[in-house]
């Protein structure tokens, strides 16, 4: 059919996410469960300044929804257990002929032990897709939407440890996957990140989602995370990924121009070395949401770059602390749906 993913820049539609509810990403107690609910909010009510929101509330979590949630948010109820839409929801796409599609990635909850996730979160993507109005692209690739980055112009980035991972996909190679990215979001230059973030490997990591590490502002172009701190573990997995980078092309053969994305000051939280990132962002129409984290110089250094990277967009940034927290940023809980093309 031709599906191909449009750039993150396109012009969209709407912004997808779902409301926190009770579970072990919620918090064991009130107030951490009211500090995600704030957190999740304020990135829905930001977007909501650009762009239409479509919120997805599970019928427990209706009450805390109506607390937080203003009337420019548009609510649909439906049944999940994980609240990271970027990743149990569908990737959008077009056909040739300007036709959105939505590809249903197998979820698994990120290569989970069991290697399942919940049936709740498995027809989270065909949901959304029915609600938008796109054919549903079926694929049996266990994958998710914060493990890869494109430029819609051919190239997709993607990390080894992540849709080569065991847990994910146990008979894959490098071609199969290729193919599989080829026919779903027409991919023609996969680009194999050999590893993400160190955090990113505890119990509940993803294994190295790309939306930690990078992100295509504008075709041949790569803002990529920088932790230039040397008793940080990422100090060494920043150069890695930037020298390999450079010995990388996009699917025009561009060589890449690669620009830093300073991590904040912060190196440590309660549980160890911090995988705080500002490459985790998400771009609307005219504007880019950033993660925040309550350290003024390092934030404002960000907003810059990226507004600069984005030319012609606003930079709001978010504080994202209760969200990385929890083990993603604003462009995990987020996925975009762009606008319709016409033929």
Not at 323 to 336: E, K, N, V
Request: net charge negative; charged share 25%.
């Amino acid at each position: 059919m031709g599906w191909t993913m449009p750039a993150e820049t396109a012009r969209q539609q709407c912004v997808w996410m779902a409301f926190p509810r009770e579970g072990y990403t919620l918090g064991d107690n009130a107030e951490s469960a009211e500090e995600a609910r704030r957190a999740w909010a304020a990135v829905a009510h930001a977007i909501s300044e650009f762009e239409p929101v479509t919120m997805l509330v599970d019928p427990s979590a209706k009450e805390d929804a109506g607390r937080h949630l203003s009337a420019d948010i548009r609510v649909v109820h439906a049944s999940y257990e994980e609240f990271w839409l970027r990743d149990s929801g569908p990737t959008f796409v077009f056909d040739e002929q300007g036709r959105l599609g939505a590809v249903d990635w197998i979820f698994n909850a990120w290569g989970s032990p069991t290697g399942e996730s919940s049936p709740s979160d498995n027809a989270v993507a065909a949901f959304v897709a029915e609600l938008a109005g796109a054919a549903i692209i079926p694929s049996l690739l266990v994958n998710e939407g914060g493990g890869l980055h494109v430029d819609g112009e051919g190239t997709v980035l993607v990390t080894e440890t992540v849709q080569l991972d065991r847990g994910r996909n146990p008979f894959a190679t490098k071609e199969r996957v290729e193919a599989e990215l080829a026919r779903t979001i027409g991919a023609t230059k996969v680009i194999w990140l050999p590893r993400g973030l160190t955090r990113d490997y505890e119990d509940l990591g993803t294994k190295g989602h790309v939306d930690m590490v990078a992100a295509i502002p504008s075709p041949g172009t790569i803002l990529l995370h920088d932790q230039h701190d040397p008793e940080h573990p990422d100090d060494r997995v920043s150069r890695e990924l930037h020298h390999f980078l450079e010995g990388t092309t996009d699917a025009a053969g561009r060589q890449w121009q690669i620009i830093d994305l300073p991590a904040p000051s912060v190196l440590r939280d309660d549980k160890g070395f911090v995988d705080w990132s500002y490459a985790n962002h998400l771009v609307v129409n005219d504007g880019v949401i950033a993660c925040g984290y309550g350290d003024t110089q390092a934030d404002a250094r960000s907003a810059q770059i990226l507004a600069e990277a984005y030319p012609g967009r606003r930079v709001v940034t978010v504080d994202a602390r209760a969200i990385l927290s929890r083990g993603g940023g604003i462009h995990c809980i987020t996925q975009q749906q762009p606008q319709r093309r016409r033929p």
